[in-house]
């Protein structure tokens, strides 16, 4: 662009002299400018459609004005938005026009990458016997409803095994592994154990009969139940009945003392030859009473 004036001055021999001016101008060329989007970022876990979607409009906020003539435009050819997972692209806007004037901008667009998945397990937890089977699985399932899952994108999450049970309540133990996977391919997994205890029989032997004179074997003289060597339970009484309900005995005893037995006699009085009924109570090691009941041959 820009302008020429041109004067023109004629004379001749007499002195005579005339002029004039004429301009010829070229129009001011047109500044190019070029405008880019703000960068964006997309939120993690959002779909490949949406982030489709937002890069197709946020690559038509690249635009240019001015310039002269022919105007060419580049970098915005054969662009592909990252993936649903995470990724960056920058895109740099390039404008030229035909009178060598070329502009430029760049601008990012980035989907937040998927959170970390973090998975946590129940800790291993360890139920007491002698209790019912149905409060073992109302245990059980309240074990496995402490799992919990966070981060991750999509995520899905599967046990080993597929449907978990209960062990019995006499006693038994199972390992849970969950595994836990994303759209985005992380994948993570943890075990745990819910174990029920096997009651610990302490009471190894009861005599269905017993001799309590010279006549009878010298470790068969007094009725008493053998107890597993070593243990010693807590709140034993040992109680006896005649067949009628009548009771006879009764006493606290220390487990594995001959003379705290029953000698067949109520109130030092020899009593008749016959079956007599028993019971047995005691506390075990989870402090949960326990009771046994039977009858007994009392020889003379």
Known sequence: GGAVTITWTATDDCGQAVECSATFSVSILPALSVSCPGDMEILPCSTQEEIDSAFTDWLAGFTYEG???EVTESGLDDLSPP???GGTINVTYVV???????ESCTATFSVAPAPEVVL???ESHTEEPGQSQNDIDMAFSA???QVSVSGGCHTEMITDPEFPQAPDAAGGEITVTWIVIDACGQEVQCSSDFVVDPEEVVVIRIPNAFMPTEFGLPDNRV?????KPGYIPENYILTIFTRWGGKVFENVLEPNNPDHGWDGTENGRDLPAGSYVYRITYANQYNQTKEHTGTVMLVR
């Not at 030229?96 to 070329?102: K, L, P, R």
């Not at 009725?223 to 107890?227: D, K, Q």
Request: proline share 8%.
């Open 96 to 102: 030229a026009d035909s009178c060598g004037q070329e």
């Open 120 to 122: 946590v397990c129940p």
């Open 83 to 85: 993936d649903a997972c």
């Open 143 to 145: 074990w496995l409803s």
């Open 223 to 227: 009725f008493r139940p053998e107890f």
């Open 67 to 69: 310039g002269c003539e």
